[in-house]
């Protein structure tokens, strides 16, 4: 499931998530990728639930009548000659589709259920950087402060846990003088269930809770402002990526150091913090 999760997590990165709450809910056509792929459901929601079509990577086709669970639908089909219930949740660039087989007696085979990833139609999958690095593991030693700016984005939210905490601490200091990124660090830190290992060193200086992050974000994405958002942390990232380019002697130009070392200079002695610039969207 490596490459859904780096789809998913480039998509929501990139800023390619519509911009409506309605795009909370279930409605219209999605499309499987990786273990998903060649398969596509499409649904729309009516007076008792939900109403769709499951179509199978080999163009076989269910239709179904869901009941509404939450924001989340459930159904029961066919699938192997044999019962199973299809739950679709959704989610900001499509859903998660989970099949879950039941037993002879009724019961469902939690043990034996799948998790698939479905996009919604028309959703942009943007390329990797050339320079993306995969997410270290949980017992790593030691990740260099350029990889990690160049590809936490694209990790799922356990990888930038590790990543961080891998971090050498003159690097997690220096994410902190530019606080749109280290705000955009500590959101996937809380969106991970293992964050607290990196929580406590990340939120230190932060001046802001997880419950205040994501709501944040939540608020962000669902007013449409989600491309302003990430253009900010952007700005911010390339400068702090010109800096570590620049100390650890990378080749660049004299007039290009200069400039970043410069612009560091003027975001340590800003004092700005993450809740500074998270109340500038509020």
Same mark, same amino acid.
């Given at each position: 499931m490596l490459r859904a999760a780096l789809v998913i997590i480039a998509i929501i990165s990139v800023g390619a998530v519509p911009n409506a709450r309605a795009e909370d809910q279930l409605n219209g056509r999605y499309f499987g990728v990786d273990e998903g792929a060649g398969a596509s459901v499409t649904i729309v929601p009516d007076a008792?639930?939900?109403? #769709?079509?499951?179509? &199978?990577?080999?163009?076989?086709?269910?239709?179904?009548?869901? &009941?509404?669970?939450? &924001?989340?639908?459930?159904?029961?089909?066919?699938?192997d000659q044999r019962p199973v219930l299809l739950r679709m949740a959704p989610l900001p660039y499509g859903a998660q589709v989970s099949i879950i087989p039941f037993s002879a007696d009724g019961n469902l085979i939690l043990e034996s259920s799948r998790s698939l990833v479905f996009l919604r139609e028309g959703t942009q999958v943007p390329e990797l950087p050339s320079d993306f690095v995969e997410a270290p593991r949980e017992n790593c030693q030691r990740i260099a402060g350029y990889s990690f700016l160049n590809s936490y984005q694209f990790w799922e939210p356990n990888g930038v846990v590790n990543g961080y905490v891998c971090l050498p601490e003159r690097m997690r200091?220096?994410?902190?003088?530019?606080?749109?990124?280290?705000l955009d660090v500590i959101w996937k830190l809380c969106l991970s269930p293992g964050g607290d290992r990196a929580l406590g060193r990340?939120?230190?200086?932060?001046?802001?809770?997880?419950?205040?992050?994501?709501? #944040?974000?939540?608020?962000?994405?669902?007013?449409?402002?989600? &491309?302003?958002?990430?253009?900010?942390?952007?700005?911010?990232?390339?400068?702090?990526?010109?800096?570590?380019?620049?100390?650890? #002697?990378?080749?660049?130009s004299k007039?290009?150091?200069?400039?970043?070392?410069?612009?560091?200079?003027?975001?340590?002695?800003?004092?700005?913090?993450?809740?500074?610039?998270?109340?500038?969207?509020?």
């Open positions: 008792n639930g939900y109403t #769709g079509t499951f179509f &199978d990577p080999q163009g076989n086709s269910q239709s179904f009548e869901a &009941d509404a669970v939450g &924001d989340a639908a459930e159904a029961v089909l066919d699938m200091r220096l994410i902190e003088f530019f606080p749109a990124v280290h990340a939120l230190k200086t932060a001046g802001v809770s997880c419950s205040e992050v994501l709501d #944040g974000l939540a608020s962000i994405q669902r007013r449409g402002q989600f &491309d302003q958002y990430k253009q900010s942390v952007e700005a911010e990232r390339q400068s702090l990526r010109m800096s570590i380019r620049c100390a650890d #002697g990378y080749l660049e007039e290009a150091c200069e400039e970043a070392s410069v612009a560091l200079s003027e975001a340590a002695a800003s004092l700005r913090t993450a809740a500074m610039f998270l109340n500038r969207w509020r």
